[in-house]
């Protein structure tokens, strides 16, 4: 039996999905973990202020990088987008890892944003379109996870390794998949079904999906597209504006804003807000280790929940339980307190994102959900860019650190609100489906 007759699973692209995303992870973690030490770091000139466009830097680049993503991915391929990100941010970080000033600290940590805003998106379209449609919720949520285990990862490197070592070591690590996963992915990663149905490779994509036990119906809508949505020749990101889409194309922007602004504010600045509050610098990154330990543990089994109620009420109640949480961080309480409510904040700050992920890819059909997810994400940059400039506004003012958990749980509450406004959907697919065991 050849390779292309061999029966496989998912089980590969979600590995490989996981580990890239734990690299995402890990190289925007990186910088919040490193954080304290490079304002302390006599060579450069970094204030509170600067840090915190600093930590931005990553996430316009982000911005900018998944936005380019949802224009090209229809043309490319999700394989070949995939790959070229890996190749870039890990570059990048290494270049990182020897800059000589903060300035061109932040230039590169702007290019590496770059690069890993084509990961997210991509990692998530191909990690639901290869998973059993009943299992969609939580094998994203298992390969989001590798997200905080990145996070995880960083902590326990910069509890490990600072003071003592120099800050750079961090951000070389972040250059492995160069020499590692970028070779796996080359070798292992197929291409999108629903991208060769698209452009007319019918029988290649039957092939793929039958080689990794995939339903074709599930991935590639077998039934006209009705005129909201447009005809099939019509680009994705016009068919998003359409009537049919255009509320949940606007939502779920405005709800990847919320997510993002809590995950990228939290994670740039817990440590440092700990330390104005008394911690000692091991102390304060153990906060940021929980923090994305919680977001582990919580998001999975959230998702296991999502799959047998409903994703739209877990991210309710998981962006509720994070305002609830986040406003508690304000109040003095014994440090044992704390570190639970720092993983119930993970669970719905960080957690809540990985589920936003999954609501928007299986809310529209599959030959939306590439373009929809590069949208909602390019858009909810701006909350990640907010986020951490946010925080360096608050440290630059000298507001008081209870401030910032003041803001982050109002955000929360936002969240809640939106997710609540998403409408439900369709597509014509499962519509098709509807009726035929109603006529049986």
């Known amino acids: 039996m050849n390779d292309n007759t061999k029966r496989r699973t998912g089980f590969p692209i979600l590995a490989l999905c996981f580990a890239t995303i734990l690299f995402d992870g890990y190289d925007l973690v ?90 997210v998106p991509t990692c998530i379209a191909l990690t639901v379109e290869f998973a059993p449609r009943s299992r969609r919720q939580i094998a994203n949520a298992v390969m989001f996870s590798g997200y905080s285990v990145g996070g995880v990862i960083a902590a326990i490197t910069a509890i490990a390794l600072l003071p003592e070592t120099d800050f750079r070591v961090l951000y070389a690590i972040g250059a492995l998949p160069l020499i590692t996963l970028l070779p796996l992915a080359y070798r ?18 039957r092939a793929t999906a039958a080689r990794y036990g995939v339903v074709y119906d ?34 779920f922007a405005g709800l990847n804003f919320c997510g993002l602004l809590l995950v990228y504010g939290l994670n740039t600045w817990l440590p440092q807000i700990m330390r104005s509050a008394g911690y000692a610098l091991g102390s304060s990154l153990a906060f940021l280790l929980v923090l994305n330990a919680g ?51 993970g669970l719905g700050s960080v957690g809540t994102q990985i589920l936003n992920g999954g609501f928007c890819a299986t809310h529209y059909p599959q030959h939306l959900a590439p373009t929809a997810l ?40 936002l969240g809640a609100l939106v997710a609540i406004a998403v409408p439900r959907h369709r597509s014509p697919v499962q519509a098709t489906r509807r009726q035929a065991v109603t006529v049986e």
């Open 295 to 345: 977001a582990v543990l919580g998001a999975i089994g959230a998702s296991f929940i999502a799959d047998r109620v409903g994703i739209k009420r877990v991210v309710v109640a998981c962006f509720l339980l994070a305002a609830v949480a986040v406003f508690m961080l304000a109040l003095h309480m014994p440090q044992g307190v704390l570190f639970g409510l720092v993983a119930l904040a």
């Open 374 to 413: 590069a949208w909602s994400l390019g858009i909810g940059r701006i909350g990640a860019i907010t986020g951490p400039t946010l925080g360096g506004l608050i440290a630059a003012r000298k507001l008081g650190f209870e401030v910032n958990f003041y803001v982050f749980a109002a955000v929360a509450v």
């Open 188 to 205: 292992l990663l197929p291409e999108s079904i629903s991208y060769l149905a698209a452009h007319g490779r019918t029988a290649e994509a």
């Open 30 to 119: 990186v910088y919040g973990s490193t954080l304290p030490t490079l304002i302390a770091y006599d060579r450069w000139d970094l204030d509170a202020s600067t840090a915190g466009v600093i930590g931005s830097a990553a996430l316009v680049g982000m911005l900018l990088g998944t936005l380019t993503v949802g224009a090209v991915t229809e043309r490319l391929g999700r394989r070949r987008i995939l790959l070229g990100s890996i190749a870039w941010f890990s570059a990048c970080m290494l270049a990182t890892a020897a800059a000589p000033n903060e300035i061109v600290f932040g230039a590169l940590r702007f290019l590496t944003g770059i690069g890993l805003g084509g990961v």
């Open 218 to 251: 599930d991935v590639v809508e077998s039934t006209p597209r009705d005129s909201a949505a447009g005809d099939g020749s019509e680009h994705a990101f016009v068919q998003l504006f359409r009537a049919r889409w255009l509320l949940s194309t606007l939502l």
